[in-house]
């Protein structure tokens, strides 16, 4: 179920032609939690929302990552088994798949208790999150009811046979004195990744690194490929239940900040989320966006779960505002140049039509080597 694309008020989404940046969008909808075993989709869309290429999937679809030949690998969401029902709540996939511009499977990995995101590396090998329980002596340090089934994160490096090569378990490099479990979540998982993406050349030491958001510690890390030690992590509460943080090429960290259970500073403070950017060799924040300098303008810029941010060749931020299914592309003033609503959904079985994403993606033409199958993006 589908419609034309619009924006906030109902117009076309193109509001600045002259500002906006001339990209393609990668998109699907993700029905939260379900798994029922849908089919899915991945749209590689114009700036209208025009669907100009679609790969479908055999399972509803969370995370998709375009590569340079046209290839797209897709995580999807596993249907739901008796045997993985233990496994915390939100975000499993399951399933992760590599696939031809026509759609054919290339590649498959399984792993039931993979979850979030993924990321692709140079050589060809892909870095996968998934579960695993905690030592019961590093579990005690995390929470103090001994009884509690607690569950933190991995990251593995998967080969193309499906060979691990590399893998970082944060219960061995993460001290629970300094990367504290939020006190609001349920007490089952520690660190909650929700967003990996690799980094040549980390602005702090210069190493290859791992950048990863942690949504149940508040914090965004840098996790060093070598030594597999954390060369830089953001101040604790800077962000709550933040999502998709990535580098920008300013060597500044990009971050949607969904401000999940934030505690208040003051008694009008609402319930707002942000994007910010933090410089990591200094900690500042050197931009920040929010809905507006009033009370309700920042209370209509909110999504509890999921949302992304990316940095726009032109200068713009991407916005997604995931459960609504709101995309924004913003200016470095903070001009709205592109405002879409996915008209995209699921068989959702709620009040009204699903048409959340987990995030999306712009491309550009030269980025892509199927551009000439391509009309321009607007």
């Keep these: 179920m589908s419609g034309a694309a619009r924006n906030t008020f109902g117009g076309p989404p193109i509001l600045r032609a002259d500002k906006v940046d001339p990209s393609y969008l990668l998109l699907a909808t993700l029905n939260t939690g379900d798994h029922r075993g849908d089919e899915g989709f991945a749209h590689l869309t114009d700036l209208t929302g025009a669907?100009?290429?679609?790969?479908?999937?055999?399972?509803?679809?969370?995370v998709a990552h375009l590569q340079k030949n046209g290839d797209l690998f897709v995580a999807q969401l596993e249907p739901?088994?008796?045997?993985?029902?233990?496994?915390?709540?939100?975000?499993?996939?399951?399933?992760?798949?590599?696939?031809?511009?026509?759609?054919?499977?290339?590649w498959e990995?399984?792993?039931?208790?993979?979850?979030?995101?993924?990321e692709v590396l140079p050589n060809g090998n892909v870095v996968v999150t998934v579960w695993e329980h905690i030592k019961p002596e590093i579990a005690r340090a995390v929470v103090s009811d001994e009884r509690a089934e607690l569950w933190c994160d991995a990251l593995l490096e998967v080969t193309p046979r499906g060979d691990v090569v590399w893998e970082w378990h944060a219960q061995d490099h993460l001290d629970p004195k300094s990367s504290l479990l939020n006190e609001f979540p349920h007490r089952i998982e520690w660190t909650h990744i929700n967003s990996v993406r690799h980094v040549p050349k980390n602005p702090v030491n210069g190493e290859e690194a791992l950048l990863v958001s942690m949504r149940n510690t508040n914090a965004v890390y840098l996790i060093s490929k070598k030594t597999k030690r954390v060369i830089w992590s953001s101040e604790q509460w800077l962000t709550a239940g933040q999502h998709d943080a990535t580098l920008t090429p300013e060597g500044t960290v990009l971050?949607?900040?969904?401000?999940?259970?934030?505690?208040?500073?003051?008694?009008?403070?609402?319930?707002?989320?942000?994007?910010?950017?933090?410089?990591?060799?200094?900690?500042?924040?050197?931009?920040?966006?929010?809905?507006?300098?009033?009370?309700s303008e920042r209370a209509s810029f909110y999504s509890s779960i999921m949302c992304g941010a990316q940095r726009l060749e032109n200068g713009n931020t991407l916005v997604v505002l995931s459960s609504p299914g709101h995309l924004l592309e913003v200016t470095p003033e903070k001009e709205t140049v592109w405002d879409f609503i996915n008209p995209f959904t699921t068989k959702g079985t709620g009040l009204w039509p699903n048409n959340a994403v987990f995030t999306a993606r712009r491309y550009r033409a030269e980025s892509l080597d199927v551009s000439e199958r391509l009309p321009p993006p607007f």
């Design 51 to 62: 669907i100009l290429h679609t790969w479908k999937t055999g399972y509803e679809t969370s």
């Design 255 to 295: 971050v949607f900040d969904n401000a999940l259970h934030r505690r208040p500073t003051s008694r009008s403070e609402v319930v707002a989320s942000r994007v910010i950017e933090i410089d990591p060799r200094t900690n500042a924040v050197t931009w920040e966006l929010t809905g507006g300098p009033s009370s």
């Design 109 to 118: 990995y399984r792993h039931e208790a993979m979850h979030h995101d993924f």
């Design 80 to 106: 739901n088994r008796p045997d993985t029902s233990h496994f915390p709540g939100g975000g499993r996939t399951g399933i992760l798949q590599r696939l031809d511009w026509r759609g054919t499977v290339l």
